[in-house]
């Protein structure tokens, strides 16, 4: 695996890899609702104890208690600024793996705020007049920024998506390999079940698309746009309408089944039925941008793990959605969604184009096979929309998801004999590893054949 | 209990059901003794083994006493943003 092809993992854009400068300070994220057992997980798990920073009017005690304790806690962020010796800097990373209440442990760096030097003599200045040690003020300007870095996924993320060219191809096409791929998914048949699809879009004029409602009293026909935009990504054309291409598997065949209705409901029964339609019309994968949130703790499903069974028996794969619950920039993490978070379905989460997870993305938290297996394009992403807008940019694990199912059409065609077992197999070992945890990515990005 | 709560119709299950491996094959008659506890069937899905369908609240549990069920679970409700959402 080439490092050097993955970007720049901070904030900032000037920084080439291999260039970021570390304090030998960690910044440690809380939970936001559990900052307090978040502190005696640290005391006990590492041995660190934080002193308390917070308001204004309590910072003179506190920056002194700062100079004593090497440590200090940020509890309006949830975020602690510590000192680590190597053996507690293993805890740290282990507890970040086993304590929901620590949410994140990074290195804190030297250069992410562009204006640092500038702003060295105000920190001098503004502690003085406040009555606060730059020491202090440095340490709440680190942790903020570590906050703000995190959001890279709405700053950083559009930054990064301008800088990918996308005249010819979605920019997810590009980083999974799609557009160089010699497989078009000919003859493997895909199941899209969500919203139904426009199936007078220009796109897909001289295509056929089978098409089956699950909804009482709607026809397939997309007045939502998700299912559209879904098959799309999946299964759009090598050269549509109008540049940039969005599909990846042009020469599949689509069945489009519409378990949602035109306001985006749906129910376990009418999934159920389409994954039954896909099995029984000999769809060799099912995407399902469909995600229910699960609670913290849950267990997946005995009786969608039963029918994932039975489809991959069958010859199908199912592949869903993670999930997009969690807001990362404010620390909230929350676990992968049902039916994903099946054992025997495939579940996608989202990154963006700087290879950052998603600040929505779902994790794999949850125990008895709530992982991420793979990572797919889901923010920024372009794809076909309902006359007459025709086309539509937006984000999410349900965007992530196609993208998946329709590199999973290629690996199909390149092996047609490949089994759903070996397909998950593949799609996870040709994955591109990223510099992410698995409990977000799972084996890394999804890369075409 | 409100007295209005108590006098109106009773709450209505969606459920689905998972047929254990030695009943996958006979699908109808599994089919056929939850209805006799109370099931109103809305779909046999042969491949899959698994049968949906509507029973009052207070029989739910009987459905899991029928011979050749494996699990029964509560139908869950799925809702996207709307189309103008970013984030779908």
């Known amino acids: ?449 | 209990v409100s007295a209005q709560e108590q006098s109106g119709d009773e709450q209505v299950a969606e459920v689905t059901i998972s047929v254990d491996e030695d009943h996958v094959g006979t699908l109808d008659a599994v089919a056929e003794r939850l209805r006799a506890v109370g099931l109103s069937v809305d779909e046999l899905l042969v491949e899959i083994g698994i049968i949906t369908g509507r029973i009052a609240e207070s029989r739910a549990e009987d459905l899991e006493g029928v011979e050749g069920v494996s699990r029964v679970e509560r139908s869950r409700t799925y809702q996207l943003p709307p189309p103008e959402s970013g984030i779908q």
């Open chain 1, 1 to 449: 695996m080439n490092s050097d092809l993955f970007p720049e993992p901070s904030g900032d854009p000037s920084a080439g890899p291999g260039e970021i400068e570390t304090t030998g300070n960690y910044l440690v994220v809380l939970a936001e609702d559990a900052v307090e057992e978040g502190v005696s997980v640290l005391r006990s798990k590492t041995g660190i104890g934080v002193a308390l920073a917070d308001a204004p009017d309590e910072a003179v005690v506190t920056a002194e208690e700062l100079e004593e304790s090497d440590h200090v806690l940020f509890p309006s962020l949830g975020v602690a600024v510590v000192k680590a010796d190597p053996e507690q800097q293993d805890a740290l990373a282990l507890a970040s793996h086993e304590e929901s209440s620590v949410l994140a442990v990074e290195p804190e760096r030297v250069v992410y705020a562009a204006e640092q030097v500038g702003i060295e003599p105000d920190l001098e200045a503004a502690g003085a007049l406040a009555g606060l040690s730059p020491d202090y003020l440095r340490g709440y300007r680190d942790a903020v920024d570590g906050l703000l870095r995190s959001l890279g996924s709405s700053s950083g993320q559009a930054a990064a998506a301008a800088a990918v060219d996308e005249s010819e191809a979605a920019w997810g096409l590009q980083v999974t390999k799609t557009v160089s791929s010699h497989f078009s998914g000919r003859g493997v048949r895909i199941a899209v079940l969500d919203t139904g699809f426009d199936l007078g879009h220009p796109d897909f004029a001289g295509r056929t698309v089978h098409n089956q409602s699950f909804v009482a009293g709607e026809a397939v026909q997309d007045a939502h746009g998700h299912g559209t935009h879904c098959v799309g990504t999946a299964c759009g054309p090598d050269e549509p309408t109008r540049a940039p291409r969005y599909g990846v598997a042009y020469e599949a065949e689509i069945f489009a089944g519409k378990v949602l209705n035109n306001r985006g409901k749906g129910s376990d029964g009418s999934m159920l039925a389409g994954i039954t339609w896909a099995i029984v019309n000999r769809c060799k994968i099912v995407s399902m941008s469909i995600a229910g949130r699960a609670p913290r703790g849950a267990s997946p499903s005995l009786v969608f793990e039963t029918v994932a069974r039975r489809a991959s028996a069958l010859g199908t794969i199912i592949i869903a959605a993670a999930g997009n619950d969690s807001r990362r920039p404010v620390g909230v993490t929350e676990p992968v969604s049902h039916p994903a978070n099946c054992p025997s379905v495939m579940a996608v989460a989202a990154v963006d184009s700087g290879f950052a997870i998603a600040s929505f993305s779902n994790a794999g938290i949850n125990p008895n096979g709530g992982q991420v297996d793979i990572a797919g394009p889901g923010v920024r992403v372009y794809s076909s929309w309902p006359r007459p807008t025709l086309y539509n940019t937006i984000g999410g694990t349900s965007m992530a998801t196609p993208h998946v199912a329709g590199i999973a059409a290629l690996h199909c065609q390149a092996d047609p004999r490949i089994t759903p077992s070996g397909l998950r197999n593949v799609l996870a070992q040709s994955a591109r590893r990223l510099p992410l945890s698995s409990i977000d990515v799972g084996a890394g990005l999804v890369q075409a054949p």
